[in-house]
């Protein structure tokens, strides 16, 4: 698939999504359960969601979850419905479905930096709404990000001392 026809990406903020969240018998006490519980609530108040998640050639972000097509074809799909205006009902269930899968996502590599998340259960709460914002991305901030530290050469560490 070519690049998007817009001159510019897009950044999701998912705001307000809610999460059920179960447990694995025997691998969390009551007191951490309730801490990962807060945690899931606070980072899934505002989910900034950008191209930084995307496995894409060329990027050095570890923590993709979306596939590079499936970008593309979301942000055309935003642009070509006037951000979902000009949409039939069963394709707004699907951008809906989308943007639930996004979330999850999201959340489940939040958790990962802090938790053994094998072992948590998370679903988008059907009872509650959510928003989502439209922001213009044009930083493509994944092209220059130079990875994780460990990684660097001894160029990226010069040019970062500038």
Not at 54 to 60: A, I, L, S
Not at 139 to 153: D, E, I, L, R, V
Request: a negative charge; glycine letters at 4%; proline letters at 2%.
């Amino acid at each position: 698939m070519e690049d998007c026809t817009s001159a510019f990406e897009l950044t999701f903020v998912i705001i307000g999504m809610k999460f059920t969240v179960s447990f694995e018998e025997g691998y969390f006490e009551e007191k951490e359960q309730k801490e990962i519980t807060d945690f899931i609530d606070q980072m899934s108040r505002e989910m900034h969601i950008d191209s930084s998640y995307v496995d894409r050639k060329g990027t050095k972000f570890k923590s993709t979850f979306m596939i590079d097509d499936g970008w593309k074809q979301l942000n055309e799909v935003m642009f070509d419905s006037k951000f979902c205006q000009y949409l039939h009902p069963k394709s707004q269930e699907t951008i809906i479905d989308a943007f639930c899968m996004m979330g999850k996502c999201y959340m489940y590599e939040c958790l990962a930096l802090y938790y053994d998340f094998q072992h948590i259960a998370i679903e988008v709460d059907p009872k509650q709404d959510f928003e989502v914002a439209f922001l213009k991305d044009q930083s493509h901030a994944w092209k220059s990000y130079p990875g994780k530290w460990q990684t660097w050469k001894d160029d990226v560490w010069r040019d970062r001392s500038k």
